[in-house]
């Protein structure tokens, strides 16, 4: 649907796919009591659903094995790119729990949240250029229109932050009670590191348009290497 350029398609994909996770969580939860189990089963049907209703929409005329076998090879390392951020993201609170109270874990696990709106900002935007960008760079002057994004990316990116920073208190009060407010100090923190991390998986982009999937892989674990160390 993105390839298509069909976002109204994609939403309501999307959309469809969380109302009818809500509504399955809480059956399997609530009424038949299955804990963990029911959450994972409810996963389970629902991308099972969106998955068939995919197929039968675009209705694939064959199976080609052998661009099959070259999506794999090209996508494999972006997996393992996936399981390194998931260490960047989330690695440290399993770290801290060790070291610090649960109070001071809560007021760090809140402002973590808050800080990564920059992190959501960029995915929202990733979204549509993780597509687009395959066709801009090779029309003409590809490369500074490549660059040029990054540039206003850059920009908005840093706008929030800022304004994170700016209303890093007001937000903390309006959103919780008196025992977090310590949380807001280190809200710029995170923003601005995900500011940073958001302008490299960009500049990382270019590894998927050359096609070395497996150098991305490399740069995001020898990140998750060096986080891990100095945790």
């Not at 350029?5 to 109302?19: C, E, G, N």
């Not at 029309?139 to 920073?165: F, H, M, P, Q």
């Not at 500011?195 to 497996?214: D, H, M, P, Q, S």
Request: hydrophobic share 55%; aromatic share 14%.
């Amino acid at each position: 649907l993105r390839v298509l350029d069909r976002p109204r398609s994609y939403a309501w994909v999307a959309l469809i796919q969380l109302s009818v996770s809500i509504v399955l969580n809480v059956a399997f939860l609530a009424m038949f009591k299955m804990g963990v189990r029911g959450m994972l089963l409810s996963a389970c049907l629902v991308t099972a659903g969106v998955s068939g209703y995919l197929a039968w929409v675009f209705k694939p005329a064959s199976f080609d094995l052998a661009l099959f076998w070259r999506f794999m090879r090209y996508s494999w390392p972006l997996n393992l790119s996936g399981l390194a951020a998931l260490i960047l993201n989330f690695g440290d609170r399993y770290v801290l729990r060790h070291y610090v109270s649960f109070t001071d874990l809560g007021i760090y696990a809140l402002a973590y949240k808050l800080g990564m709106i920059v992190n959501v900002s960029f995915l929202t935007f990733n979204i549509a250029w993780k597509v687009k960008m395959y066709s801009i760079p090779q029309g003409d002057g590809g490369s500074k229109v490549y660059a040029r994004v990054l540039t206003y990316v850059t920009l908005l990116l840093t706008l929030v932050a800022l304004g994170l920073t700016v209303f890093a208190t007001p937000l903390v009060r309006l959103l919780t009670g008196p025992g977090y407010q310590e949380c807001a100090k280190y809200i710029p923190l995170v923003a601005g590191v995900y500011v940073i991390k958001a302008v490299g998986e960009y500049v990382r982009n270019t590894f998927c348009l050359a096609a070395r999937t497996t150098e991305d892989a490399k740069i995001a674990w020898s990140g998750a290497v060096v986080c891990l160390v100095a945790y």
